[in-house]
């Protein structure tokens, strides 16, 4: 079996942890790189749940897409979730890996590259390139086309059937076709004036506020589709990602939805 430094090394070849966000916390941030893996458990978050899933399915390495911790931690006492979720995973000798906006900001394999494909948009790139990167191929976002022009109803019909979502919270149809489309998973409300300067007749992503709605001032359509529900296929990705490197295991997915909002 390969150690979780063998693991991380390939993962990061897709993802350089320097394509991190300033804020964010990617990386190893429980267990030793040395230890062989005995299976690895793709999730979108880690928490208690999903530590006690790996234990019970014999795994010693979750690989999540949001990192558990993002502050420092003073006290580990188990006061919150995050602290009994780090003490679960140090007393079982589970490592966690985070791969966050690192995946986001890659066009191969990237978090909203997935989405697109799932929508079957076609000619992709990053929507908001990083002036620094020396290719285009990273940065925040993707936007592609559709291979036909939709009706705006229709397509949203299609956005909650792929994106396997009960609700989507947009802005108002303006009688026009969707052809070409901006996607970024999670929270992307940052974007809009990229997506509107990029020319697209819809936005797809998450954590809009009521405010912000307004900003989209007739130039295209949000669909807001709920977090987990736009980077719930991140678990997919993360797994064909692992399998098509390590062929002597085959990684798991989780099983718990962890997604902490209910829609009643
Ligand atoms: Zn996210």
């Avoid at 190893?28 to 793709?42: R, Y």
């Avoid at 399915?57 to 979730?81: E, Q, S, W």
């Avoid at 790139?125 to 939709?150: Q, R």
């Avoid at 070409?180 to 929270?187: H, K, L, M, N, R």
Wanted: hydrophobic share 40%; with cysteine; net charge negative.
């Amino acid at each position: 079996m390969p150690t979780i430094k063998e693991i991380t090394t390939h993962l990061e070849s897709i993802a350089p942890l320097h394509y991190q966000e300033s804020y964010d916390n990617a990386g190893l941030i429980t267990g030793d790189p040395a230890w062989e893996v005995t299976n690895v458990l793709c999730s979108l978050d880690c928490t208690e749940a999903v530590v006690e899933e790996a234990v019970q399915r014999g795994c010693n390495l979750v690989v999540a897409h949001h990192p558990i911790v993002f502050k420092g931690l003073k006290r580990l006492n188990g006061r919150n979730y995050v602290e009994r979720t780090i003490i679960k995973a140090i007393k079982h000798d589970v490592a966690i890996y985070a791969i966050h906006t690192n995946l986001d900001n890659v066009l191969n394999k990237g978090v909203s590259a997935k989405i697109a494909e799932r929508l079957g948009l076609e000619n992709i790139s990053i929507l908001a390139p990083k002036p620094e990167a020396a290719n285009l191929e990273v940065g925040a976002g993707v936007v592609g086309e559709l291979p036909n022009a939709m009706e705006a109803v229709d397509f949203l019909q299609m956005l909650k059937q792929n994106m396997r979502t009960g609700c989507i919270r947009h802005t108002r149809l303006m009688g026009r076709e969707i052809k070409t489309v901006a996607v970024c998973g999670g929270s992307g409300s940052f974007l809009l004036p990229t997506a509107i300067a990029r020319r697209a007749d819809a936005y797809v992503t998450a954590d809009f506020k009521y405010h912000e709605f307004f900003d989209a001032d007739g130039h295209l359509v949000i669909a807001d589709i709920g977090h987990y529900e736009s980077e719930q296929f991140t678990i997919d990705l993360l797994h064909e990602i692992i399998s098509e490197k390590f062929t002597t295991f085959a990684p798991l997915k989780t099983g718990v939805n962890t997604n902490p909002v209910f829609y009643f």
